[in-house]
């Protein structure tokens, strides 16, 4: 609503677009300020798989959990030789940021050096581990570019097992009498 | 007060996607970024701060919205 529509506007655009049908701007490539190094080595990107939405409120009351009922790591087999890290091992996967474990699995649909994981399943918590650096416009976070090292591990870690607990205990739901 | 740091990386990380356009685009880029997305606060925090640190596109685009 403004002085020239007064009473708003029901549709908006009908007879175009306030500024023109596109507006085209031409942008450096400007590279993401994470760096790996010796101590992360790796470069962990996130992603989703097929059978499961974003975090998996819903999906996880699915029976697509047949499919996907894990979070694992994906690594290329020289990087997981080079960890002696086999499918299915627990590992740590630890960047400047955070730290979680998850089991690997070993695959060549990631590059040497990429180390991919989803996110539907929160125990994983994936974004513990990614960094803080955010998008210049708009603050989306930088989910898919993190240094990260890789290493075996004994299983959840320690902080995943507390949550893990938590979340169980902040479900009970206490008995009570039916009203009638 | 508000931690200025992030403030500081952030005003550099838009003036440095706004360069492509050149000096002056860039610069009124920043000032109109600021002004349209940036919470009161941020703003009050950044124009308050001692600016070291921001690039020279970010300190001429401060320097505009403080005046």
């Known amino acids: 609503m403004n002085e020239a529509h007064p009473e708003g506007s029901p549709i908006m655009h009908v007879d175009g677009f306030v500024r023109g049908k596109g507006k085209f701007v031409v942008t450096d490539y400007i590279p993401t300020d994470e760096k790996t190094g010796p101590r992360f080595p790796l470069l962990l990107t996130t992603g989703r798989v097929l059978s499961q939405y974003n975090v998996g409120a819903q999906t996880r009351r699915t029976e697509n959990g047949v499919w996907h009922g894990e979070d694992v790591l994906e690594i290329h087999p020289t990087d997981a030789e080079n960890r002696g890290v086999a499918s299915g091992d627990w590992v740590s996967l630890t960047s400047r940021k955070g730290d979680v474990s998850l089991r690997a699995q070993i695959t060549d649909r990631v590059a040497p050096g990429v180390v991919y994981t989803t996110f539907h399943h929160p125990e994983t918590q994936a974004n513990v581990v990614t960094t803080e650096f955010s998008d210049w416009a708009t603050n989306c976070p930088e989910y898919k570019v993190t240094a990260v090292q890789v290493g075996r591990s004994n299983g959840p870690s320690e902080w995943q097992r507390d949550y893990a607990a938590q979340t169980t205990a902040s479900r009970r739901i206490v008995g009570h009498e039916a009203a009638e | ?67």
């Open chain 2, 1 to 67: 007060m508000m931690n200025t740091a992030p403030l500081i990386r952030m005003a550099n990380d838009i003036a440095r996607n706004l360069a492509a356009g050149g000096q002056d685009a860039a610069i009124s880029g920043t000032v109109q970024h600021i002004r349209d997305f940036w919470d009161p606060r941020m703003k009050a925090a950044i124009l308050a701060s001692d600016r070291a640190g921001l690039c020279p596109i970010a300190a001429a685009a401060v320097e505009r919205l403080a005046g």
